[in-house]
């Protein structure tokens, strides 16, 4: 067995795989980049090591930095998690050169399957069914267009070197093909280096189901069971379950037997996910093979009591699988939901920042990589937690994640918590009634941002002074709420929270004990306010708890999951810290453009700047027409959210 392993990963997985270490009795050295200095990826760790600067290609994607970091500290394995290196054939190459395990398959498997078209190749020649349409991958629009054809409409064109569900495009209508085709293999190549596309049938509403397979140096292989994945955002998996849903006992032992069929057919070794999407008409087709341990993988922990990373690194150091297919059983169900720091009312767009208050549930499994408090860097993938709950039956478990989403808080960090909460709300979702496309199909009600009155009801309560005095009185409200008692419509105060520039009023109507009543407009809301806690406020706003903090300025807040931040700050002049003609960072980033000096005039709409955070393009709009009075970073100038870049004076 090995005595030190390193762990080329960070966040959640990294803290995954450093538990089972821990667990073994196998020390572990943990890499970063300087902007992960403070993560909890590297408690416990025997060493660790600083790889390079934030953005990934100068840390976690350095092979020669990890390899180097290995050795130095007397390694004699490297784990790769997820994402990063873990499906680079380069990466498992140069670990086994260097005299180390590579935890994972071996590198020709991984370069092999790698390529959907050769994955695809090589399921078929074992017998696997694959989706009907072509296993050669080419970059000529000619014989892409003719390729179309020959499948037949729908199809879908997606890129060999594909993941993560980018770059897939649907053909529907032989209208515009030449520019779908062209525009398809520009994003395959900007994205993966590699412009080849594969042509395949579209499968109209199917279900994502993938199997758990596991092989070892002596040729055996067993499967772990299936898992459900169709419960996607644009082809990404949001929420994923154990078992699947809906296959028949005979169609299930299908499946399992082909993916530990085409597993065996190419000698493959460690853990591998054969993913497979099933047509309406229950026949199921062979997608691709993921090389390494996947997000989803406590789901399969869940129903069968095993640690995956555990026979990861026991297969890697050359032992037999740790049981027989016999001996592994499922029981119950399991759900995982994957939490992101992302906002869901501003297309998903990643939302790194601070996190100022973290509350897991106790109900739940939970793999997080944030602490307490911290900060979410820009430059990874925003996803900071997994929660998992497991039942003996499916209701049970999304009831009890339903439980463990409402105790859940991440205040300060805007996520996908309140959408998490809206899809699990669903009535498809709950009667399993869903298909690939499902989520997406609800996208305006899911991803729905919520009703800023309600935040502004809840900010105002989250003010009122429950420990001042008895109920029914003027005086037990504090702050801003403490106002004399003139406005019959607001017996109890009232006071004015901002959101952006746009004031909205509140007025406390009633107050007995612990339940308020607010007037926001035309609107009562009610809501508990409980007593005042390690600095927080919380309350229940109808079926929506709702947790706050306030400071002199700003209350942050979560309601229903969702986050909001309004502007209670009382200064003389009324003007908001967002008032028009401030562009301000929408995300932590770095500058890399800068389209306007002081002195310029710009008219509302025009780009003055973009900000680029997770690889993505932010782009700061000027939202009045206005001369440019200041201008207060350059290009290349790191920025937190909320910074003002620069200011406009309306004209
Ligand atoms: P990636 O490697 O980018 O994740 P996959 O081939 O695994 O790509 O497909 C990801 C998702 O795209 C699937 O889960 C499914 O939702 C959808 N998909 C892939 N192939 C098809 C197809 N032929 N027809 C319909 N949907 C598909």
Known sequence: ???????????????????????LGIEYVSVFSSADAASPHLDGAVATACLGDGPAQDSYLNIAGIITAAREHGCDAVHPGYGFLS????????????????????????????????????????????????????????????????TGLPVLLKPTAGGGGKGMHVI????????????????????????????????????????QIFGDRHGSVVHLFDRECSL??????????????????????????????????IGYINAGTFEFIVSQEQQFYFLEVNTRLQVEHPVTEAITGLDLVEWQIRIAAGERLPRSQADIRASGHAVECRVYAED?????????????????????????????????????????????????????????????????????????????RRILEDPAVAAGDIHTGYLDTRLADLAAPGDTRLAAACAAAASVD??????????????PM??????????????????GGTPIGVMLVARRGERLALRVGEWLVETTLAPAADGLRRGELGPLPWTARL?????????????????????????????????????????????????????????????????????????????????????????????????????
Request: aromatic share 4%.
């Open 1 to 23: 067995m090995f005595k030190r392993i390193l762990i080329a990963n960070r966040g959640e997985i990294a803290c995954r795989i450093a538990r089972t270490c821990a667990r």
């Open 87 to 150: 499906e680079n054939p380069g990466f498992a190459t140069a670990v086994a050169q260097a005299g180390l395990a590579f935890i994972g398959p071996r590198a020709d498997t991984i370069a092999a399957l790698g390529d959907k078209a050769r994955a695809k190749a090589l399921m078929r020649a074992a017998g696997v069914p694959t989706v009907p349409g072509t296993d050669e991958a080419i970059d000529d629009p000619v014989r892409l267009a003719a390729m179309v054809r020959a």
């Open 172 to 211: 529907r209508t032989g209208e515009g093909l030449d520019e779908a085709i062209g525009s398809a293999i520009r994003v395959a190549r900007s994205s993966f280096g590699d412009g080849r596309l594969i042509v395949e049938k579209f499968i109209e509403r199917p279900r994502h189901i993938e199997v």
């Open 232 to 265: 996607q955002r644009r082809h990404q998996k949001v929420i994923e379950e154990a078992p699947s849903l809906g296959l028949d006992e005979t169609m299930r032992a299908r499946l399992l037997e082909a993916a530990v069929r085409g597993a065996q057919s």
């Open 344 to 420: 869901p009312a501003n297309g998903f767009r990643p939302a790194p920042g601070r996190v100022d208050h973290v509350r897991w549930p106790a109900q739940a499994r939970v793999d997080a990589g944030i602490r307490a408090s911290g900060a979410v860097p820009p430059f990874y993938d925003p996803m900071v937690a997994k929660l998992i709950t497991h039942a003996a039956t499916r209701e049970d478990a999304l009831a009890g994640m339903r439980g463990a989403l409402r105790d859940t808080v991440l205040l300060g960090l805007t996520t996908n918590l309140g959408y998490l």
């Open 466 to 479: 429950t420990a001042a005095a008895g109920p029914w009185s003027a005086r037990g409200c504090a702050g």
């Open 482 to 499: 403490d106002r004399a008692a003139l406005n019959p419509d607001a017996p109890l105060g009232e006071t004015q929270v901002r959101d």
């Open 551 to 651: 400071s002199e300025e700003t209350v942050a807040m979560q309601i229903g999951g969702d986050g909001y931040c309004l502007d209670i700050s009382h200064d003389d002049t009324g003007r908001s810290l967002l008032a028009p003609g401030a562009a301000r960072a929408p995300m932590p980033g770095v500058i890399t453009l800068l389209s306007v000096k002081a002195g310029d005039t710009v008219q509302a709409g025009t780009t003055l700047a973009v900000v680029e955070a997770m690889k993505m393009e932010n782009r700061v709009l000027a939202d009045v027409d206005g001369l440019v009075r200041a201008v207060r970073y350059a290009v290349g100038d790191h920025v937190d959210a909320g910074d003002l870049l620069i200011e406009l004076e309306p004209l």
